[in-house]
């Protein structure tokens, strides 16, 4: 008998990988993968625990779930990922209807907990989250075209507002070997965008060679014929060295764009955040790698109303991103975390951080449309993601914008999904750039 799941997965990219492996498992298996809950015999919530919005994403679904299975339009109900591990004394107390756990160490057991499960049996593990990284093939669901490609797991930075290094445990990378074979793989099936994806990816490599290796490993995924975009995402500020500028410079498949969060520019709240480097570096580094990187574009992402952060820091924060006219940023009310350091230190209220959040982006909201405007009358490359049937036209993405929180590339022309198009801008609008192939 063949028995059906479906797979909910939330949060961020590296929770997606984690869900694409299951996937896989479950495939192998003999499970078959279908769209809607409502018929599916087990649903698997794959959730993301790392701020309250997330949490209660992750609630609401599994609640959703349980009233499916309450109404018999479901067997069986499992829960995995972030929210699993962090509330793992309590979460099977408070949610009655969940029948099997898993921590994040313990995706690999997903098939032993659907077989359990299906058979009338609780199934609950967590395995170690500080293991080296188990390799598992996945199915990717990303794409045709892109996919990410996880090169570490873990985080040792500790910054104060974040839960990260408690729920996915200590920096473990990848093999190089593992990650160029499964690159090579991606290549094979059609991938022309490789998004490489850590907590932090510029620490690559420091455990397993005792160097800083990201350089080293980009130049492999380069040579990799069929890649032809490499996207870097999520590069602490404090780890950049020359070679690495060097590398992402002279390396043509390196897209010029980078996403380096820097969470604030006080010097005082960097430090209190346990965040290494002063406000002065910040600006140096950034101003370093737009001089050496010709055409460069950042992203970065930045916490309001942090612990510390009175009238004169959000203003110090506001000026510089007059000053640094940042492409591309995303800002978060602070969310105090249970269990970190500032949680239990003095700060604004949520509305009062949220409203310094909208602020930002109002101040944000003229420097991304005069970017914009910079690409018309020039010819881009662009990824072609799909053909949108209501616009008649084709939809990608330039080097500028990262899949599902950047703009897209609205064009006509002759193209196909998954193929670089040579793209004539002549307009923009709310961050989409619109324009014709040539």
Same mark, same amino acid.
């Given at each position: 008998m063949?028995?059906?799941?479906?797979?909910?997965?939330?949060?961020?990219?590296?929770?997606?990988?984690?869900?694409?492996?299951?996937?896989?498992?479950?495939?192998?298996?003999?499970y078959?993968?279908?769209?809607?809950?409502?018929?599916a015999?087990?649903?698997i919530v794959?959730?993301?625990?790392?701020?309250d919005?997330?949490?209660?994403?992750?609630i609401?679904?599994?609640l959703?779930?349980?009233?499916?299975?309450?109404?018999?339009?479901?067997?069986a109900?499992?829960?995995?990922?972030?929210?699993?591990?962090?509330?793992?004394?309590?979460?099977?107390?408070?949610l009655?209807?969940?029948?099997?756990?898993?921590g994040?160490?313990?995706f690999?057991?997903i098939?032993?907990?659907?077989d359990a499960?299906?058979?009338?049996a609780?199934?609950?593990?967590f395995?170690?989250?500080?293991?080296?990284?188990?390799?598992i093939?996945?199915?990717v669901?990303t794409?045709?075209?892109?996919?990410?490609l996880?090169?570490?797991e873990g985080?040792n930075?500790?910054c104060?507002?974040?839960?990260?290094?408690?729920?996915?445990?200590?920096y473990?990378s990848?093999?190089m070997e593992n990650?160029?074979a499964?690159?090579?793989?991606?290549?094979?099936?059609?991938?022309k965008?490789?998004?490489?994806?850590?907590?932090?990816?510029?620490r690559?490599?420091t455990d397993?060679?005792?160097?800083?290796?990201?350089?080293?490993l980009c130049?492999?995924l380069?040579?990799?014929?069929?890649?032809?975009?490499i996207?870097?995402h999520?590069?602490?500020?404090?780890?950049f060295?020359?070679?690495?500028?060097?590398?992402?410079a002279?390396n043509?498949k390196?897209?010029k764009y980078l996403?380096?969060?820097?969470?604030h520019?006080? =010097?005082?709240i960097?430090?209190?955040?346990?965040?290494?480097?002063t406000?002065e570096?910040?600006?140096?580094?950034?101003?370093?790698?737009?001089?050496?990187?010709?055409?460069?574009?950042?992203?970065?992402?930045?916490?309001s109303?942090?612990p510390?952060?009175?009238?004169a820091?959000?203003e110090?924060?506001?000026?510089?991103l007059?000053?640094?006219?940042?492409?591309?940023v995303g800002?978060f009310?602070?969310?105090?975390e249970e269990?970190t350091?500032?949680?239990?230190?003095?700060?604004?209220?949520?509305?009062?951080?949220q409203?310094?959040? =909208?602020?930002?982006m109002?101040?944000?909201?003229?420097?991304?449309d005069e970017?914009?405007?910079?690409?018309?009358?020039?010819?881009?490359r662009?990824?072609c993601?799909y053909?949108?049937?209501?616009?008649?036209?084709?939809?990608?993405r330039?080097?500028?914008?990262s899949p599902d929180i950047?703009?897209q590339?609205?064009?006509?022309?002759?193209c196909?999904e998954?193929?670089?198009?040579d793209?004539?801008?002549?307009?923009?609008?709310d961050?989409?750039?619109?324009?014709?192939q040539?």
């Open positions: 063949i028995h059906t799941f479906a797979m909910i997965s939330l949060g961020c990219a590296k929770n997606l990988v984690n869900s694409e492996q299951m996937l896989y498992l479950l495939s192998e298996a003999g078959e993968l279908v769209p809607d809950p409502e018929g015999e087990l649903a794959n959730t993301c625990g790392f701020i919005a997330a949490k209660s994403e992750a609401d679904n599994i959703e779930m349980a009233e499916l299975k309450k109404a018999g339009k479901l067997k109900l499992i829960v995995t990922g972030c929210l699993a591990e962090r509330y793992k004394d309590s979460i099977l107390q408070e009655p209807e969940i029948d099997a756990i898993l994040v160490g313990s690999a057991d098939v032993a907990a659907a499960v299906l058979n009338g609780d199934f609950s593990r395995g170690d989250r500080n293991a080296p990284i188990e390799e093939p996945r199915f669901s794409g045709p075209s892109w996919a990410y996880r090169i570490a985080c930075n500790f104060a507002f974040c839960a990260i290094p408690y729920i996915r445990g200590r473990r990848r093999s990650v160029v499964e690159a090579e793989e991606l290549a094979q099936h059609g991938v965008e490789l998004i490489v994806i850590a907590q932090d990816i510029t690559y490599g397993l060679y005792g160097k800083r290796s990201l350089a080293e130049r492999r380069a040579a990799i014929e069929g890649i032809e975009w996207r870097l999520y590069l602490y500020p404090d780890q060295d020359d070679e690495l500028i060097e590398e992402i002279a043509d390196i897209v996403d380096i969060p820097i969470q520019i006080n =010097d005082n960097l430090k209190s955040m346990n965040r290494r480097g406000g570096e910040i600006r140096e580094l950034f101003g370093r790698l737009k001089e050496r990187i010709p055409g460069l574009v950042l992203r970065t992402s930045l916490i109303g942090l510390g952060e009175g009238e820091e959000f110090e924060l506001c000026e510089f007059k000053e640094a006219r940042i492409q591309r800002v009310p602070f969310s105090p269990g350091p500032a949680a239990k230190m003095p700060h604004v209220d949520y509305e009062e951080a409203r310094r959040a =909208d602020l930002i109002e101040l944000q909201a003229p420097i991304m970017f914009c405007e910079s690409f018309i009358g020039k010819t881009i662009v990824l993601e053909y949108d049937e209501e616009e008649q036209c084709f939809v990608g330039s080097y500028a914008d950047d703009g590339v609205y064009f006509s022309g002759m196909r998954g193929e670089m198009a793209v004539l801008i002549t307009g923009t609008e961050g989409i750039l619109f324009g014709e040539v």
